[in-house]
């Protein structure tokens, strides 16, 4: 679990809408209210409308975020809800997602592109090594 500085609850909200977009989801909306009834970020996929609730901890996730979700999934008349962290899940809150049929997303920090460059950057980084040695330029 990565836990960033520079990260808050209101910016993680914004990179779970925009993971949300990149995964096929559309009409895709952060709530942006203080009273938003346990509901983060509203979407589509398919014909399903989706309740999000965010939690952008340095611990696992406990019970209170599924419930608000599923409170929350009601009163904005969704058929689907989710939980999304970069943290873990408590062994109750596993419990009571799987009861509602809530989607629970762990260890997501909102970093895949950065380690995605990273991660061509050393296999360009390799495959140039192994040219020059290859070439005779690296002996």
Do not use: W
């Amino acid at each position: 679990m990565v836990y960033h500085l520079n990260m808050d609850g209101k910016r993680y909200e914004k990179v779970v809408a925009s993971y949300l977009k990149r995964k096929g989801f559309f009409a895709v909306k952060v709530t942006g209210e203080s009273g938003d009834y346990g509901v983060d970020v509203l979407a589509r996929k398919s014909i399903h409308k989706y309740a999000v609730q965010c939690k952008y901890y340095s611990k696992p996730v406990g019970v209170n975020a599924v419930q608000q979700v599923v409170g929350g999934m009601a009163y904005y008349g969704c058929d689907r809800a989710m939980v999304v962290t970069n943290s873990t899940f408590t062994r109750q809150a596993q419990s009571l997602a799987s009861k509602n049929n809530v989607i629970l997303v762990s260890g997501y920090d909102g970093r895949e592109g950065f380690r995605l460059f990273l991660c061509c950057f050393a296999v360009v980084l390799v495959v140039f090594g192994v040219y020059l040695y290859k070439s005779g330029m690296l002996a």
